[in-house]
């Protein structure tokens, strides 16, 4: 099992920036691929972002392309989510999650940190 641990949500105001942190325990040898995702009131959860931990390589939504930036250190299991030019869309509940190679959905998930960017 993977476990995930977000970190860095707050509140904003527009055109600011923050950067999410997600730190992997567990069995993260298993993890192939780590994904962010976010949930806005009475939405259902997007995909944000990911990046495999090995080659690195990335994939963004088109919301956030050009703004938001995905990132790994392997060494400290952590995946980063550096988040600029924020807007008030951008509020929700932020969420990382990790998938396995060879599996269609991610398996593990964090508990969520919230980000709230203020116009």
């Known amino acids: 099992q993977v476990h995930l641990v977000e970190s860095g949500g707050g509140l904003v105001q527009a055109g600011g920036s923050l950067r999410l942190s997600c730190a992997a325990s567990?069995?993260?040898?298993?993890?192939?691929?780590m994904g962010w995702f976010r949930q806005a009131p009475g939405k259902e959860r997007d995909f944000v972002a990911a990046?495999?931990?090995?080659?690195?390589?990335?994939y963004y939504a088109d919301s956030v392309k050009g703004r938001f930036t995905i990132s790994r250190d392997n060494a400290k299991n952590t995946v980063y989510l550096q988040m600029n030019s924020l807007k008030p869309e951008d509020t929700a509940i932020y969420y990382c999650?990790?998938?396995?190679?060879?599996?269609?959905?991610?398996?593990?998930w964090g508990q969520g940190t919230q980000v709230t960017v203020s116009s």
């Open positions: 567990g069995r993260t040898s298993s993890s192939y691929r």
């Open positions: 990046i495999t931990w090995s080659a690195g390589n990335t």
């Open positions: 999650a990790s998938r396995s190679r060879g599996v269609g959905n991610y398996e593990y």
